[in-house]
Each structure stands twice: as structure tokens, then as C-alpha cells.
């Protein structure tokens, strides 16, 4: 693996500027038509199913909402149909390319900001989507012909601010929905330079997109990524951010206390202290979206074209449990339980992220509030999922095995476990639950696409304890 | 100001990379006779007081202990004297200086590690000590040259890991004091520059310590520098470190809620949350030293020479509450309230600053214990101060005004404040408590210096709430 990421500099790197400090770096989709970068397999594959395409175009057109408006747009009653404008920072990722597509389908003005830094990744480590995906100017060109709506793209770091600042100006977002970040514990526990990596990158990122509005956007609302894993696993129930204490005779509502166990995992503590300093000091309003593992792939709007489809990951880096216990049921892989698999955690269907940063942004926080919700819908034990996994399969005529191997982890194996998660039920959340109709679907699409399997990325590769601080130079 | 720290790096500046990436950055003071940096205005300034610190310098003699040794040679029961040996990094600053000469004094074998940058800040600031400092070159020569005990220097960043590497593997430290930070909460709030400064410097300095030490030296006990300002201030008791929550039925202790107010104060919150992971995962033996505000300049060692002095400041970035009033006294300049002055805060004496890291080494914590002082010795509102401050100003014949100015920070002005601090207490701490005494004392010292006093740098000048994006390129 080449090693490219060992410095940790304002600057993205030569292969994410392409269109980084050009004097336009905004490119609507119309722009691109001419682009030569269109990937032949997938135009290949897409002859194959043109007609589930067609199908599900017309289905997005009809799903479509009314326009959101801006909130002064509301306030003042005003019939222009100014759309709210929402930059989805990290568009081009797994979490952030659903939402861009989902915001657009539901009226909202989109742009996507975004390094691909993730997609630089993929070639170091050798890692490769279980879907094939498209470039980012592909998606937002087959977005634009089949609902004819335009998603600006600003492509750049915005750890630059330089960058960051153009594009505030440029498009002035209402929202600003941030999934930006390095976000793959494993990835931060590689090697010093990944860990510093992912710190520097995520805290001041975020740091970045902070003062950007308080500069250029006052009232902008910041709709933050964070993760279940900040609050760890404490032998009391998490709360939603904050907890009530009642101490030596003495009551106050403080942060709930984080025990986070990596690198990346810190990386989004630190944020969510920076971002809560900011509401108190500079009246930011933030939402703060401690999200669990999600799982699945296909969203409505991803399903409509194969050049529209999300990234997949199930290897060893970028994997999270569910979606890599799928592809491992398909390709006759035991399932790799890591330890004892008590592990709890908060799951969630990429359906229901989309859903979830919808409804934040339809229901802002106030100037000032830094609010945090839960986002997931379920629990589960890493051996639940592998017994819930183990019995679909058996409905697919799959012989599902499971085998325990070393947890390269530092985590509890068997705790307590029962976070709270009902602010996002009460903003009107209607969840999709992993019973056995959505597992049959995710297993079936896994043994879809099981001729892309590599079976060599899906163990562990990354060790908790034995990361060094020398440079792992090789693919992991 | 020229502005040359707009930008985040690994690498050293220029300007302090005097001794960086050279074949041998390590230099013992014999190395540095012929140095040509001594400063002049010193050394006419120390023949007038050459009595002092003949007397002051066989004090020391006598004040010093039996050599420390390491922990494995007292579990040997080895004869050998092989001392203790203790990196100081950030070793050139006002607490570091104090301590490396107390810790060297005590028999320690003592390195400082330092990339000089608070000289530097004061240059871009247009600031200096109340108390002239000679080059740290000069400091270790003098200290030498009186005590006969050599202090290694170590010139370079610690953000730049082949640097610390190199310290490191040179001189298998036992203990890493790590002051190496920028300290200052208003520098942090001068403008986003310096914010991403000093999160960048102080969250990634600390990570490239935690794996120099597991890299390099899995033993050594981190003694890391945090801050009363982590906690904020809630309603309820301060504890140390951790705190005890009974939540719907179940008991957990779990890390004391963080709530800092600046992103100085935020960057040490994000240091003790990664070093709590690495002494999880790693074992690594850490001390997290929250400290007050720190008040005064003379230790036993500082006193004993003028070119052994160490900083005082008062100006309105770096100087803290109750030495800036008794320069404010001095000079006749009313003490300038923030606010309404009911901002309460815990402060200790220099003296016991040396003596707390001193215990901490002396005891130190257990492989994979992430352990929490509380370091101060009193509690005082800014009103207290200005009180205490007048009162003994009028023993001086000083006639002391307070003035209420518009508090630049965003901070509560009135509120409950209760911290613990018994842990260093138990450990032996003799605290030197602020009496009238040590406040004559305290004034005293600054009358003998008003001269020097340049009254433009006292007044705040930073504003927690007008910070901007923006670069700020002149003088604050």
C-alpha cells in the first residue's frame, strides 16, 4: 500500500484537489456532461437493468414531498418556493451520499462537499465496495437526468478553510448536515499516523465548519454526525446526552459522561465538547446525531439507477457487523464473532438515517441549544445478529456458520447495555426493523453481488493493543 | 505581528528548530560555553544582585534530597544510584521552568523538551515577562554552573514525532512531565487560527507522547498537566476525576462530566479523554494534574540566580488573575474585575505547582491507571482577590482601585463552586496558602519590577464572543 496519509496538513493531497483552489470549483451537474470520467462496467451492468430503473424513477417523482422552506420563508408566510439549502458535507460517502440523495428528493436545495478521501482509502488499503460505485460526477449526472434536479458539488477538504469558506459563501446553507469525517474505528487504530490522522482531520474539520458559521451563516443549523460509541458501554443507562445528577445533596443537568475506545471514536468526543462551547458562546444551534451501526444499502432513492447505488463495505476496516455477517452468510464465510460477543450496541437501517436527518433538519434546534439524539432503533448483541443472520440464511437454503475469533478490540464482551432513544420517535421517527422480510433482503442482496466478494478483507486486521507508532506500510 | 502561526504542521517553525533535525539536537550545558546567545541587559542587571544568589544557591545545596531512584531499582533493592530520570517537556515555560529546576534539585536527572514557541508568542504579541528570562541555553548553563547538575535540553516539537522519537530513545525517560502546551485560554480565542493552533498542538503533542511512551519506554509514567477549567462550573461538588451516579437503580463511577469554556480549556479536555483510552488499552500509568490558577514566580531554585528567574506575566493573554492585580497595584492601574467578579476558581502558589508534580512522581500511578489530582490549594472569586489585594496594598502604602470591565469571556458571573482536592493533600502536599503574608510578598515582588511594567498589555483584548475567522495580524 502506497503510505500517503502519514501528514497531517491543512491541504487535502494531490489526488483529492481535482477541483480544490480552480477558480470555480463548483460544478453543477449540467457542467459535467462532457466528463470522461464514466465507469464502462457499470455502463454495461446498467443495460442489464434498465427496467427496475425506469420502475423506480417514476416511484421517487411520485414519492416526492412538498417543497421544505427556509424558516424565515415560513415566518414571513411567503409563497416564493425558495427551497431550504442544505450542504451535506461528506455527500459522497456511505451515510452522507443516501441523505444527499434523500434531502433532494424531498425538495430541499442540496450540495455535497466532499474530499473522496474515502475513496482514496479503498485503493491503500486494497478494500473494495461489495457494489460498484460511480464517481461522484456520474452520481449527481444520473440524479439530474432521472429527477432533473441539481445537486452542487464543492470538492475540497475542509480542514482548508480557505476551501471551506468559498463554498459558505458560494451556496449559503440553512443546514449543514456534517458526516465529513474519518469514520472507521479500525482505520484509527492502524498506526500512529492513521490515529493522529483521523483526530486532526475529524476535530478540526469540524472545528472548520464551526467558525464557517459563525462567519458566513449565523443562523445556519449544524447537523452533526456523532456515534453511540462516544457514551461507551457504563453499567447505567445512557440517556440522550445529558443526565441529571443529584450529587452530595445538589442537582444539575450535565453532559452525560464519554468512554469512548478508539482513536476515531474520541475523535467525535472531542467534537461534540468543541460544538457545545460553541452554542453556549456563540449561540451555534446544533444537533448532535450519536448514531449506532447502521446497516443495509438501498434507500429509496439509491435503488433508482445502479449508478446511483451506495458503497458497501464488509471488509475488515469499514465493515460493520451486520452488513459483513450478510456477505459472510452468502460466500459460505463462518461468521467472525469477535470474543465472547455479548457486545451491545444501537442498530439502525440506512432507511432510517436519511429519516433521521430529515427530521432533524425539519425541526431545528433553537440559537444557542446544542441538542443530542440517539439515532438508532434497536439493540442487539453481536450473537444475536449472528443467530438472527444464522436463521435467514437457513430460509435461503445458506448453511450459516459462526466461529469465535480473538477480539482485536479493548471493549467489555459482556455488560450492561440499554440506551435511550425516543427524542427522534417523538419528532415522528417510523423505524424499519430488522425482522426476517428485511434480513432476507439484505442476505439476498449480499448473495447478489457474491461474485465481488474478496474473502482475504473480511478478518481483522487492526489490533487494538498492537498498533505502533512505526508506519504500517502494507495492506492491512 | 507577523503572523506565522497560521498554519498546523508537524514541522517546527523556523524559529525553533534551532537544534531540530540536526544530527544531534541533544546538548548537555558543557556544550553551550561559547554560546553566543547571553543577553546583556541580564547580565549588568545580575552584578547588582550577585549577593542574592550566592546566598540563595547553598540553600539550595542543603535543600537537596537523597537521588531518587527508579522504581525498579528500589524493588531490586540496588545500591546503585542511578537516578530517576524525568522529561519535562514543555520544560522553558513558567510552570515547566520551575519544575525541571525544583524536580533537577531534588536529584532527579532532569531533560527539558522544548520548541521555545511561548517566546515566540510573546514576540508576535508584542508581550514580555515582568521579569526579564535569559536564552534556556543560559538557564541550564547557570544552573549547572551553580549546582553542579546537568539539565539536557532537547529543542524541537513534539507534533513532530521523528523529533520526540529521538528524545525518547536518548533518554529512556521514567517519567514524562508533559506541560508542553499552549496554556493560554484568551490566545485561544484570538481568532480561528490560533483555536486550530492550539487544539491541533495540544490534542496531537499528547498523542505522539502516549505512543512515544508505548513505543519507547511502556514504563514511564505520564504526569500530564490538565485543568480545573475541564469541569466548568456545574451545580453540584467537584469531584476528582470521576464521579459516582446512581441512575434509575444501577451505580456506575464514570469520567466527572466535562464542560470547558475555551478552546484551550476544550484541548485538555480531549487530552484527558485519549489518555484515559491508551491507559485502558494500553496499560499506559498516567496522572492527570487539574490545576488551579497558579500564582507567584519565586521557587527555592528560581531564587537563586537572576538568570535562573522565571516569567511572571500580566498581560491580558497570558497573565492570570492574581498576578496580573498585583502588577495592576503596583503601578497604581486599578484592578480590573471581569464582570461581576463572583467567578470563583481554585489557586494555588507555585511552589506548590513543583511540589504536587513531585508527589505524583514520587507515587506514581499503576500500569493501565488513568488517575485524576485536583491541584490547587484555596478557592478565591475574583472578588476575593481584588479584596485581598487592596488590603494588602494599603500595608504597602499603595492606594488600590477595582474597576468592574465588561467580561470578555462567556462564563457564569455567579455560581455555585465546590471542587475536592484531597488527593495530593493525602500524598503529602504542605500547601503554601495565599496569607498576607505571601501576598506582600507577592506585591512586593512586583513593585520591585514596576519599571518594566508596559501598562498597554493589560487590559483584556481578546473576546470570547467577537473572535472571528478571520486572522488577527496586529498587536492584540
Not at 33 to 43: E, G, T, V
Not at 387 to 406: E, F, I, N, R, W
Not at 427 to 438: E, K, R, T, W
Request: hydrophobic share 35%; net charge positive; proline share 4%.
Amino acid at each position: 500500500m502506497a503510505h500517503l496519509v502519514t501528514h497531517c496538513s491543512f491541504s487535502a493531497s494531490p489526488a483529492v484537489k481535482t477541483f480544490s483552489r480552480s477558480p470555480s470549483y463548483c460544478c453543477n451537474v449540467g457542467q459535467l456532461q462532457n466528463s470522461k470520467s464514466s465507469n464502462l462496467s457499470l455502463k454495461s451492468s446498467l443495460k442489464r437493468q434498465k427496467k427496475s430503473y425506469v420502475t423506480c424513477a417514476s416511484a421517487a417523482v411520485q414519492g416526492q414531498t412538498q417543497t421544505p422552506l427556509t424558516g424565515s420563508q415560513e415566518a414571513s408566510g411567503h409563497s416564493s418556493s425558495k427551497p431550504k439549502k442544505v450542504m451535506v458535507i461528506g455527500g459522497d460517502g456511505y451515510c452522507g451520499w443516501a441523505t444527499a440523495l434523500h434531502l433532494s428528493n424531498k425538495g430541499y436545495e442540496v450540495a455535497i462537499v466532499d474530499n473522496l478521501v474515502r475513496r482514496l482509502f479503498d485503493h491503500q488499503l486494497g478494500l473494495e465496495s461489495l457494489t460498484p460505485i460511480t464517481s461522484i460526477q456520474n452520481r449527481v449526472r444520473r440524479w439530474k437526468s432521472l429527477t432533473g434536479k441539481t445537486i452542487q458539488l464543492f470538492i475540497g477538504d475542509i480542514c482548508d478553510f480557505d476551501f471551506l469558506s468559498e463554498a459558505f459563501k458560494s451556496f449559503e446553507p440553512d443546514v449543514a448536515v456534517h458526516f465529513g469525517e474519518q469514520r472507521s474505528a479500525p482505520y484509527s487504530m492502524i498506526d500512529r499516523s492513521r490515529a493522529v490522522y483521523t483526530q486532526h482531520n475529524n476535530v478540526i474539520g469540524t472545528l472548520n465548519v464551526l467558525f464557517a458559521i459563525k462567519e458566513y451563516s449565523e443562523e445556519c443549523h449544524l447537523v452533526k454526525l456523532g456515534t453511540m460509541g462516544e457514551y461507551g458501554t457504563p453499567n447505567i443507562d445512557i440517556e440522550e446526552g445529558f443526565i441529571t445528577i443529584t450529587h452530595n445533596g445538589r442537582t444539575d443537568t450535565l453532559p452525560y459522561p464519554k468512554q469512548a475506545s478508539s482513536f476515531y471514536h474520541l475523535s467525535k468526543v472531542h467534537d461534540s465538547h468543541n460544538i457545545a462551547f460553541t452554542c453556549r458562546a456563540w449561540g451555534i444551534r446544533a444537533t448532535d446525531l450519536n448514531q449506532g451501526v447502521v446497516y443495509g444499502v438501498r434507500t429509496d432513492e439509491t435503488a433508482l439507477h445502479e449508478e446511483l447505488s451506495n458503497r458497501f463495505d464488509y471488509d475488515g476496516v469499514f465493515g460493520t457487523a451486520l452488513n459483513r455477517f450478510c456477505v459472510q452468510a452468502a460466500v459460505g464465510h463462518p461468521l467472525t464473532v469477535y470474543g465472547k460477543g455479548g457486545q451491545t450496541r444501537g442498530y439502525l437501517d440506512i432507511r432510517d438515517t436519511v429519516q433521521c436527518v430529515e427530521l432533524a433538519i425539519a425541526n431545528p434546534a433553537k440559537p444557542g441549544e446544542f441538542r443530542v439524539f440517539n439515532q438508532f432503533t434497536e439493540q442487539f448483541s453481536v450473537n444475536d445478529l449472528a443467530k438472527l443472520v444464522t436463521a435467514a440464511g437457513a430460509k435461503l437454503g445458506l448453511d450459516v456458520q459462526t466461529k469465535s475469533v480473538p477480539n482485536p478490540r479493548v471493549e467489555a464482551e459482556e455488560h450492561y447495555y440499554n440506551a435511550k432513544h425516543t427524542k427522534l420517535i417523538e419528532l415522528g421517527l417510523v423505524p424499519h426493523l430488522l425482522s426476517d422480510s428485511l434480513l432476507d433482503s439484505l442476505l439476498n442482496f449480499a448473495v447478489q453481488y457474491k461474485d465481488r466478494v474478496d474473502t482475504a478483507q473480511i478478518m481483522p486486521s487492526v489490533s487494538w493493543k498492537k498498533m505502533g507508532a512505526k508506519p504500517r506500510t502494507v495492506s492491512v
